[in-house]
């Protein structure tokens, strides 16, 4: 059974560094395609940052671009999302999903298919 489990998140004060996982089991991690989504109150579920499978190259969202690091513990099959200089605007619920299938629009959520529950990012003074 394939299975995506976040945690880490929590409350953070503006500035402040938060370190997400994403656990993995019924499948081997750095094979497949990663990202990392978020959703807002009102608003789309965007694309953080992803690591396609085609190449293995990373993308990053504009807006998290310098902040946010996403790597992979091939050890215990968990992916990390390190976020540093929060801003409130990254309040949201983070996923992290997958596919099993080989992605090339890593940052599209329709392209996956396995999703975590999500972990709450609240960023507030």
């Known amino acids: 059974q394939v299975q995506l489990v976040e945690s880490g998140g929590g409350l953070v004060q503006p500035g402040g560094s938060l370190r997400l996982s994403c656990a993995a089991s019924g499948f081997t991690l750095a094979y497949y395609a990663i990202g990392w989504f978020r959703q807002a109150p009102g608003k789309e579920r965007e694309g953080v940052v992803c690591?396609?499978?085609?190449?293995?190259?990373?993308y990053y969202t504009d807006s998290v671009k310098g902040r946010f690091t996403i790597f992979r513990d091939k050890v215990n099959n968990t992916v990390y999302l390190q976020m540093d200089s929060l801003k409130p605007e990254d309040t949201a619920v983070y996923y992290c999903?997958?596919?099993?299938?080989?992605?090339?629009?890593?940052?599209?959520?329709?392209?996956?298919?396995?999703w975590g529950q999500g972990t709450q990012v609240t960023v507030s003074s």
């Open positions: 999903a997958t596919d099993l299938s080989p992605i090339v629009r890593c940052m599209i959520s329709a392209e996956y298919t396995y």
């Open positions: 690591i396609r499978s085609s190449d293995g190259r990373t």
